[in-house]
């Protein structure tokens, strides 16, 4: 079990699905499952920070993560919403919704249960400080803003959309503030957690980094 933890584009995403497949263990991007509990939220009509409402529609929500390829399903209730989670609305209501308790019960439960049936590179905001602080391994990452809001935007100029890098830059503040400022379960870096600055480095350079420390702590299969 390998835990990566850390703000908005500091490398996580890419990191984690690399490594896992290196390892041959499974990718939990708990941030898609998030996300795509805020999408079932947002097409419910309902109001992102309304514990009781959106609290119901937390028992009657499945979603699921599949690895197609090289690349990882996002399924909520069934249906494919791999794209639909990075879009535009979800990012600005997700952190809102992540911060109710009953939400993240539930998707707690549900990381849980998936790394109980296989080994797991699991990246968020909360793995090696309270999903699995039994992790073998914990990385936390970090960036600059400016280099964060460059990678993102150069990953929203691929989907074909144009943005402006303060405005981004804005907005990846204002997410990291409520990430961990929220009373339930906020980003923090797990006091065993190996901290990581990929500011000035290339994704091949990032994910050689990683390998190489799990390598070395745990072995060529990962694990101790
Ligand atoms: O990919 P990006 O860095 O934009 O974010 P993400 O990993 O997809 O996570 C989206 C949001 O989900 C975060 O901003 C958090 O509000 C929430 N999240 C969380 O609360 N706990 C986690 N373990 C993972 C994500």
Redesign the pocket.
């Known amino acids: 079990m390998i835990a990566i933890d850390g ?4 490398g ?2 890419t990191t984690a699905r690399r490594v896992a497949q290196e390892l041959g263990f499974l990718h939990l ?4 499952m ?2 795509a509990f805020t999408l079932k939220v947002l097409r419910a009509g309902k109001d992102p920070g309304d514990s009781e409402s959106v609290g119901a529609l937390v028992g009657v929500t499945q979603i699921e993560l599949h690895r197609a390829n090289d690349a990882l399903l996002v399924l909520l209730d069934g249906e494919d919403v791999t794209l639909a989670v990075r879009g535009e609305d979800v ?1 600005r209501a ?2 809102t919704v ?2 109710l308790r009953c939400v ?1 019960e539930a998707m707690v439960r549900e990381q849980r249960r998936a790394a109980g049936q296989s080994d797991v590179v699991a ?5 090696g400080t309270v ?1 699995f602080p039994d992790a073998d391994l914990k990385f936390f990452m970090i960036a600059g803003i400016d280099a964060r809001a460059r990678r ?1 935007q150069a990953e929203l100029m691929n989907r074909g959309i144009r943005t402006d890098l303060d405005a981004l830059a804005g907005k990846i503040r204002e ?1 990291d503030w ?2 961990s400022t929220r009373a339930e ?1 906020p980003l923090r870096k797990a006091a065993d957690a190996i901290e990581i600055d990929t500011s000035s480095m290339t994704v091949d350079e990032q994910v050689a980094l990683v390998t190489g420390i799990v390598r070395e702590r745990l072995g060529r299969k990962g694990k101790p």
């Open positions: 703000p908005a584009a500091s996580k995403s991007d708990t941030g898609a998030y996300r990012t997700v952190s992540s911060s993240r990246e968020g905001r909360d793995i999903v993102r997410r409520l990430d379960s």
